[in-house]
């Protein structure tokens, strides 16, 4: 029996492993479509039958299926309040001779807390929804990053205090 335990064992651990992947193969799939055209989390996926194109579920007409298509491309969402852009920059004094993971990882959030800090003084409630590096230098041990965030005010500062009257 203990043999069948063991492959039992592996089993789960393999399946489970491939679970993990596949989830965080679905979320960068995801994250992809979104970045390009960030109207498609407002559409629901297509229903099970014209997924698996069964004959049953899909209309004949081709204009029909390229109008579909069409349409959920070409939506946009219309933004009553643009972000405000925020660019920031920040130094890494590098230890080794190579660049580690763990120095992106760093150089990454200090630009985004260097952004979130220079929001303070306009954004009472904010979210960070993009960043983008726009110059990246390093002059060894020195590396300079400029990024740009787009910066989204839930509550401006003006608007956090109470009106006097």
């Known amino acids: 029996m ?54 049953i579920a899909q209309r004949k007409d081709p204009l029909q299926r390229r109008m579909w298509s069409q349409a959920v491309e070409k939506l946009t969402i219309s933004d009553e309040h643009p972000p405000r852009l925020v660019t920031v920059d920040n ?15 760093q150089m990454c959030e200090e630009l985004e807390a260097n952004a979130v800090e220079e929001s303070r003084d306009s954004c009472g409630l904010h979210h960070v929804i993009s960043g ?18 787009g910066i989204r005010c839930k509550e401006r500062v003006s608007d956090a205090r109470p009106n006097s009257r």
Request: hydrophobic fraction near 45%; aromatic fraction near 12%.
């Open 91 to 105: 130094t890494l004094t590098i230890s080794g001779s190579h660049i580690t993971y763990h120095d992106i990882f």
């Open 132 to 149: 983008n590096i726009t110059s990246s230098v390093i002059d060894w041990p020195v590396w300079r990053a400029t990024a740009e965030f």
């Open 2 to 55: 203990s043999p069948q335990l063991l492959l039992l064992g592996i089993s789960i651990a393999l399946g489970m492993t491939a679970h993990r992947y596949a989830t965080a193969c679905n979320h960068r799939w995801r994250s992809a479509f979104l970045h390009i055209n960030g109207a498609l989390r407002f559409v629901d996926a297509q229903p099970v039958n014209l997924w698996l194109h069964l004959p």
